[in-house]
Structures are given as C-alpha cells and as structure tokens.
C-alpha cells in the first residue's frame, strides 16, 4: 500500500490530533463543508444539556478518522488501495454534508413534503455543487463518492466499504455516540471504538466483528441505547424539536422552504438563518418567542420505553392517521383543541444494520477464529446474551399539551394508556 501524504492535523477533543491529507483538507475548505460549522448536531438537546452545543462539522472530521482507522487496520489494509482508502475517508467527511438547519428536525419537513432525506440531499450536493468540482480536481469520482457518503456504492465483493460508513457497527455511529456523550456529559461507560475499528474484518465482503472484541461490542450497543433514551428522546429535548418541527410547517410556504431549486440555494439555509426567518416569520414568530423563553410545550405522559421484536407491531404508531385518531379521542374527552395536543413516538431500530448478509433482521455478523486460523461466521445474538435480550425496536409513546391543559390531557391519557406510578408523574 502506497504511504499516504499528510498535509496537517486538526485538533480533536474526543480523538486528539486528527491527520489530513491535501485533498481532504479542500473539502474542508469548500462552503458546503465550512457551512455544517452552522448546523449543530443535536438540535433541541442543549435546553437539556447546555454543552450540548457541537456542530455537524466536527463530527465529521471525527467521522472521517475513525474511517480511516477501519481501513488502516492489518485486516482491512491488506484488501484496499490507498486510492480505494482515500475514496472512503473523503466520503466519510461528505456523509452529513446533506443536512439542513437544526439536523433531523429539518428532515422532518424534508420527508413530509418532497419525499426526501438528508442522505439523498447529501449525494445531490456532492454531485451537483462546488463539491464535485474539486472532487473531480482531485482525480475521484464525485458519483462514487456521492453514493459511498451514503453507504450505497454497492461495489460488487466489497460491501464492506459502505458498511464502514454505513452499517450496525460503523464510524458514523461510533463518533457520534462518544461524541454526543462527551458534549452532554451524559457518558455511559467505556466504548472502546479503537477496539472495534482495529478489530473488525471482512467476511464475505461483508464487515464482521471479532468475537474477541464481544465487551467492547456490547458496551457500544449498551452506549448507544441509553444515548437515545437520555440524549435524544429526552422529553424535554423533543419538546423543542417538535416545536422547531411546528414553526417550519406554519412558516413553510412563506419562506419557501421546500421550493429550493439548486444545492446553493439549499446550503443557504442553516441554524442561525433559519432561526432568524423564523422569528421573523409571523406564522412562526410565537413558537420562537417561547422558545427563547424556555415555554415548551408539557409532557402529559411518558411511560418506560418498551422494546418489540415485531417491525409489523412496532411501526404502528407511526402512522400518522392511526396517532392523529388517539389524538383527536384525548382531545375529545379532555375537552381540548386537538391542535393542542401532539403524540410523539420516535421509533428506534435499536440495531438497525445494512448489509449482505442472509441474517434475520437487526443481527451483527461476528466470527471467531479457529486454531488452525479459519474464520467462523455467527450471528451476535448466539454469543452474546445482552444482545439477544436487547436486539428489537425501543418504543417510545408520549403525549405532549400545553401546560394549561396538563392535567386534564395526563389524567385522559391515563385512562386510554394505562396509569403511570406515582413516581413516575410528571411535574414540572
């Protein structure tokens, strides 16, 4: 493999000094890289967190690093070119060059009204602004690179590139896992990504975990699920994303948010400027002003989260017409405007993975070697019994109101749902 040419480093709180080569450090330069400096990466969570207010560029970089690592490892280095590694570590820092204002929540607006997501918008930018030119510059290929930031080059025998940006276990989700815990505070245990990234090989043309690496492996998988009951599904970090989520839908049409027509005219929008047409906005106006006040609007209820193996089962509540018809019967009997009240359930796939595996769904192909050096396929679940207990959907179901009506929605809510333990009720 051909020694690759660093041009500097850039400082890292979480990895230290992150390296970079010459033709990273042009994207790095470009405006649709330099403008995630503009989108924070956790949208909602600094109302909860107050150091919570790290940006999509720096995990980024971090995102690029830890690809790099994967693909330095003895396994994976000895299977891919440098050109090949190259292609992978300026994919890596293009994958969230597609998000609007405030990350997900923009993708609500996003899906609802054009049909897209943040990871189709990030192959448009890349094959279509001032990215792709300087990608051509640098001899690559800005459609391979468009379809690799987004884990879906679909090399034939080499699936395992897109895994590392996109998969179960991947760089994107280890960064912003330690990354996110590191800038909330709220840190649960070691996750040894270091471990993981050297570890990992290539089964098949597919990633596959070390059984040897089981520990760090279920301590990520532990990370990640607390992470998002504490971080971001925290109720009250969900209130402003649903508030943020409200004010565009009101102010859409005016401020033309879906009628972009260019990647510039899309990478004009981030947090600052969308905050400020907001405010600006008199549809929109209120929802900021209270957000500037910290008035969210009141969880009503919010049972445990309950885990389901059956995607069928899990998905129900997020039919937006099957929650719109709990909604209205809450209202009804709580003799509120339903517009008042609003019912949240962000599903998550607590191990969401992309590969070519014949595996049932959710599963992390893993292997052991044997004396003799073979390597032994498994599914994780066979050795690992927090795994098994814990692979399925986390469901979350809670009803938000406004405070003049909080008692009446949490006592309605009660009777539909089911009542919550006194200790478990809302206050506040």
């Known amino acids: 493999m051909v020694q690759r040419k660093y041009w500097g480093e850039i400082k890292d ?206 301590s990520f998988i532990l990370a990640r699920i607390e992470s998002f009951k504490s971080i971001y599904f925290h109720r009250v970090g969900r209130a402003v994303q649903i508030m943020l989520a409200m004010a565009m839908e009101q102010a859409k049409d005016d401020l033309g948010l879906v009628d972009f027509k260019s990647p510039e005219e899309y990478l004009a929008l981030n947090d600052y400027v969308l905050w400020a047409k907001l405010r600006e906005n008199e549809k929109s106006r209120e929802i900021i002003e209270r957000l500037e006040r910290r008035k969210l609007l009141k969880c009503a209820y919010d049972p445990p989260p309950f885990y389901i193996r059956d995607m069928i089962v899990s998905s129900i509540l997020n039919v937006e017409g099957i929650r719109n018809r709990i909604r209205d019967e809450i209202a009804d009997e709580a003799n509120v405007d339903p517009q008042s009240i609003i019912i949240d359930v962000p599903t998550l796939s607590s191990v969401p993975y992309h590969h070519a595996f014949p595996l049932e769904p959710m599963e992390i192909p893993v292997f052991h070697k044997t004396r003799d050096g073979r390597k032994i396929s498994s599914r994780l679940s066979e050795v690992s019994g927090i795994f098994d207990l814990l692979k399925g959907f986390m469901n979350i179901l809670r009803v938000y109101t406004e405070e003049e009506h909080l008692k009446r929605v949490q006592e309605v809510s009660e009777r539909l749902f089911g009542e919550l333990p006194f200790t478990m009720r809302i206050s506040y």
Do not use: C
């Not at 992150?18 to 949208?43: C, G, N």
């Open 13 to 218: 709180p979480i990895y230290g000094y992150v390296r970079i080569t010459e033709a990273e450090r042009k994207i790095i330069d470009s405006y649709p890289f330099q403008r995630l400096r503009r989108i924070r990466q956790l949208a909602g969570a600094e109302y909860v967190y107050p150091g919570a207010n790290h940006t999509r560029f720096e995990h980024s970089i971090g995102v690029m690093h830890l690809a790099g690592t994967f693909i330095d490892n003895p396994q994976l280095s000895q299977i891919i070119s440098e050109d090949e590694a190259q292609t992978v570590r300026i994919a890596a820092l293009l994958h969230d060059v597609g998000h609007g204002p405030f990350s997900h929540v923009f993708e609500h607006v996003l899906t609802k009204f054009l049909g897209k997501t943040h990871e189709d918008m990030t192959t448009w930018v890349i094959t279509n602004s001032e990215i792709s030119d300087i990608i051509n510059s640098l001899g690559y290929d800005p459609k391979v690179i468009g379809a690799l930031a987004v884990g879906r080059l679909n090399k034939p025998d080499m699936a395992f590139m897109d895994q590392i940006i996109r998969s179960a276990v991947d760089a994107d989700k280890l960064d912003f896992v330690v990354r996110d815990t590191y800038h909330t505070g709220a840190e649960y245990g070691f996750v040894d990504v270091f471990r993981l990234a050297y570890t990992v090989d290539v089964i098949d043309g597919n990633l596959s975990v070390d059984v040897g690496s089981l520990s760090a492996l279920e």
